[in-house]
């Protein structure tokens, strides 16, 4: 399942994930990471959850991002929640490639038992019917 948690900039989008976040750590069976962009949330986030800055890894587009959901995947098997702060900065890419990345994470999602939650500054208006079933 996925989830996508979209605003413009003051919106609340973090406080939304950080409260899912909790509630996920809270619940889950499973492992929980998180992707941000930068180092924000560091100290927002339980010691639990494995906090990712994706510009250590250099991830710096919709195909580098996949590449890296597919391999915590196939080295862990236990995670099943996935959260991504921030998409555009993260990939530095326009709203198509967004939304195109947010459905294959719908497929991934799907096909390997896990919940993928995104955070999207923009409008929620501008977003397509596919992605607005995920909002």
């Known amino acids: 399942m996925i989830h996508v948690i979209m605003g413009l900039k003051g919106s609340g989008k973090t406080k939304k994930l950080l409260d899912s976040i909790h509630e996920a750590v809270a ?17 927002d986030v339980n ?5 990712v800055d994706s510009k250590e890894y250099g991830i710096k587009n919709i195909d580098m991002l996949k590449g890296f959901l597919s391999g915590l995947h196939a080295g862990n098997f ?13 990939i ?9 990345f947010i459905l294959w994470c719908a497929k991934f999602a799907e096909t390997n038992s896990m919940e993928i939650t995104i955070t999207v500054s923009d409008d ?3 977003a397509s019917e596919e992605v607005k079933n995920y909002l």
């Not at 530095?92 to 195109?100: H, I, L, M, N, Q």
Request: one cysteine or more.
């Open 47 to 51: 010691y639990r959850v494995r906090l």
């Open 78 to 90: 236990d995670i099943t929640h996935v959260y991504i702060d921030n998409l555009y900065k993260t």
């Open 92 to 100: 530095g890419e326009d709203r198509a490639t967004g939304e195109a």
């Open 124 to 126: 929620p208006a501008q």
């Open 27 to 43: 619940n889950a069976t499973g492992d929980v990471v998180c992707i941000e962009y930068g180092k924000k949330l560091t100290y």
